[in-house]
């Protein structure tokens, strides 16, 4: 960190980020560097026949040109949800298959970066293509169920509880519809790249990632080495919703073309090429059936989906596990399949199954609302539970309820008339307000802190975490400065890197209520071990008391119940999390949305003014951050709801809206008011910080309150992403 003030209120990275001092991984010039740009494939599925390299090598300045016919001794990363650590199990560029439009083909090595996209452009292959499907719309034989996967169960097991299907069919009141939601790409500001260096036999390489030690333990894997010899830095990410979660195909591409040319090399995947070199959201359907009794209470919620997966991967699905979850519904049944297509494999997007999931739900409990004519908020209240309709145990903490309450005495909801149509804006539009709720898991990973004190005052800090953007720095910030009454000036964070302590996957919305936890114990730890000293002393007095240089202790810690064999895969770069079942309880985050629409009545065209959200995330560490987490979910469901969708041509297959004109995100001009708020209560069970996620849960339920406002504008059910002006004419 910079020697600026650190008001307590302020991110630690404030400074540095403005000024231009916080560097993305492609900033890192090394000297000798050289550029390399991916060529790629131009049919869905095949097989490369012949490939023409000759007229790329012969760009002035081009210095290695690397095919499947280079290639192909280099080993595949493996499947993150196999054992492995790559997004998908294949390694493009290491056979002659084509298993997806867009797959690289050919990386092309220059001087400078003009002479390699040249050489790039000039990479000529010919074809043997075969048929593709690209879309759930496939024959019967591409679907596989889930409980038929390899995968290990019961976590990907389906969910059931009571007997829901007998109890559907005796329901007085049957509601039943059936929800598309489309393929969505990440996009980071930040996009996927590699500078890759080797001296002396060491591979240092820099990528902005969720997963430093799935790099550094996946690339040993493909080059061969010890990942001893590997050392992965990020300090801070651009951005990562999941995108960036494991090892991504182009970084042995990198490595690989660096060891052989002897010189550093960088490698940027365009904005373009993202779409079809990484995860994405899989499209998904979801037929719902949810029974009630005419005095509202629901007693059969049915959760069916089917889900793409590309042709080599099964990408596993939860859905369900969030759908049973939301309200306590005696009668339980979920069914998830995978649906193969000729894509690269799909994989976790913010909310990756929480917020399709919550859709199709929430959008079925305004409908029952409507059907009952109960207020949308009485009839949610109404059918609030303490227990885990599946397990039957408590939760760690649910305030689902406060959440609701103080959202609608915020948002002024006892105003809204319950008749479609029946508000009217001051500027004459159609006004509707909806409702939603979410729920995320408060999951808890397995982690290594260390901190160390000098005698002249200055404290490193580790531990197994990535900073995204997210604001974790300013999280860990808090609690060392807090503790500690250390100047923020004086701290140093090792985080994101590998070669301090081991550098877990952060995703699930776990960051927190791992890192958090482990740095106040570790503190804990530190001034025990100072505690003989004369208090009236500082840390670093006390230590040059005792006439020792410096201090440094460790904590190891599991999350509630975690087996000691986790730390293990913590320290192979496997993930080792877990939630949100837990010994006794299960834990969640829970949020409420309360949404404004507004329809100009001629052309439709849908506008948010406002929106109000309350979370329950358990304790707050860093208000700023946390209030940016929780607006910048809310812009993510306002985005999917409104905006985005990765389009499809069924005749070509890949992605067409393959950058950030077409691939429609919410601008400022579409953003309106965001009022957030935080119940702010320990979770004291989950860990002792009293923390939970809180990342992911800001998106659950906003598209769905979206949903919902606009039937309250129009009359219209819409239950397709994203819902657009020529849905509503
Ligand atoms: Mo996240 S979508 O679990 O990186």
Request: aromatic share 6%; hydrophobic share 40%.
């Amino acid at each position: 960190m910079s020697d600026m003030p650190y008001p307590d209120a302020l991110r630690v990275d404030a400074f540095d980020k403005v000024r231009g001092v916080q560097r993305y991984a492609a900033d890192n010039a090394r000297p000798g560097l050289a550029h390399a740009v991916l060529a790629t494939a131009t049919i869905a599925r095949g097989t490369v026949r012949r490939i023409d390299a000759a007229a790329a090598r012969a760009v002035p300045g081009v210095r290695l040109v690397l095919t499947h016919e280079e290639l192909n001794g280099l080993k595949p990363p493996g499947f993150l949800m196999g054992g492995g650590y790559g997004f998908q199990s294949i390694q493009p560029i290491t056979s002659p298959h084509i298993a997806y439009r867009g797959q690289p083909i050919a990386l092309v090595v220059a001087d400078n970066l003009e002479a390699a996209a040249e050489g790039a452009r000039l990479i000529r292959a010919d074809y043997a293509a075969e048929p593709h499907q690209v879309t759930l719309d496939a024959p019967e034989a591409d679907i596989v169920a889930q409980a038929d996967s390899p995968l290990p169960k019961p976590m990907f097991a389906d969910v059931k509880a009571g007997e829901a299907d007998a109890a559907y069919a005796a329901a007085a009141i049957r509601i039943e519809a059936d929800f598309r939601h489309p393929p969505q790409h990440q996009n980071p500001i930040e996009m996927l790249s590699t500078v890759a260096e080797w001296r002396d036999g060491h591979l240092t390489v820099h990528e902005g990632t969720q997963n430093a030690e799935a790099i550094r333990h996946g690339l040993a894997r493909q080059l061969g080495i010890e990942p001893e010899r590997i050392t992965v830095l990020s300090p801070s990410a651009g951005g990562g919703f999941g995108q960036k979660n494991s090892l991504q195909a182009h970084t042995v591409l990198a490595a690989e073309a660096a060891r052989r040319l002897e010189r550093p090399v960088k490698l940027v995947v365009t904005r373009a090429q993202i779409f079809h070199d990484s995860s994405f959201r899989p499209a998904s359907r979801h037929r719902i059936r949810l029974g009630a009794d005419t005095a509202g209470r629901m007693v059969a919620l049915i959760h069916e989906t089917d889900s793409q997966t590309s042709r080599h991967d099964l990408f596993p699905t939860q859905y369900t596990e969030l759908s049973a979850r939301l309200y306590g519904i005696a009668g339980f049944r979920g069914r998830e399949r995978l649906v193969r297509t000729d894509v690269q494999t799909p994989g976790y997007m913010r909310a990756p199954y929480e917020h399709p999931a919550a859709f199709a739900v929430e959008c079925c409990v305004d409908e029952l609302a409507y059907r009952l004519g109960r207020d949308p908020v009485a009839l949610r209240l109404a059918n609030d539970t303490t227990a885990d309709p599946i397990t039957g145990q408590p939760y760690s903490s649910r305030y689902l309820a406060e959440c609701l309450r103080r959202g609608a005495a915020r948002f002024g909801w006892d105003r809204r008339s319950m008749e479609p149509g029946s508000m009217r804006a001051e500027d004459g539009s159609l006004m509707g307000w909806g409702v939603a709720i979410g729920a995320y898991k408060a999951a808890t990973a397995a982690a290594i802190a260390r901190l160390r004190l000098s005698a002249d005052g200055a404290v490193t800090f580790s531990v197994g975490v990535h900073e995204m953007g997210q604001g974790i720095r300013t999280a860990i910030f808090a609690v060392l400065v807090r503790r500690l009454g250390v100047e923020p000036g004086r701290i140093t964070l090792e985080i994101g890197s590998t070669g301090t302590t081991p550098q877990h996957l952060t995703a699930g919305s776990w960051g927190t209520a791992t890192a958090i936890p482990a740095a106040e114990e570790v503190c804990d730890a530190l001034l025990r071990a100072l505690e003989t000293l004369p208090s009236r002393l500082s840390l670093a007095e006390r230590l040059r008391a005792a006439g020792r240089p410096y201090l440094e202790v460790e904590v190891s810690r599991r999350a509630p119940g975690q087996p000691e064999a986790v730390m293990g895969r913590l320290t192979s770069g496997l993930p080792a999390a877990m939630g949100p079942a837990y010994p006794g309880y299960v834990s969640f985050s829970h949020v409420a949305h309360f949404v404004e629409v507004r329809v100009e009545p001629s052309t439709r065209r849908i506008r948010v003014p406002r929106v109000v959200s309350v979370a329950d995330c358990g304790r707050v560490i860093s208000p700023r951050t946390a209030a940016s987490q929780l607006r910048g979910g809310v812009i993510w469901g306002i985005g999917a709801a409104l905006r985005e969708v990765s389009e499809v041509d069924v005749r070509y297959g890949g992605f067409l809206n393959a950058d950030l004109a077409e691939y429609v995100l919410p601008v400022h001009a579409d953003i309106g008011t965001i009022d957030v708020e935080f119940v702010d209560a320990p979770d004291p069970r989950l860990n002792a910080a009293g923390v939970k996620g809180l990342g992911e849960v800001s998106m659950v339920g906003v598209a769905p309150a979206i949903a919902n406002a606009v039937h309250h504008a129009t009359g219209r059910r819409l239950r397709a992403l994203p819902i657009r002006v020529e849905d509503l004419l």
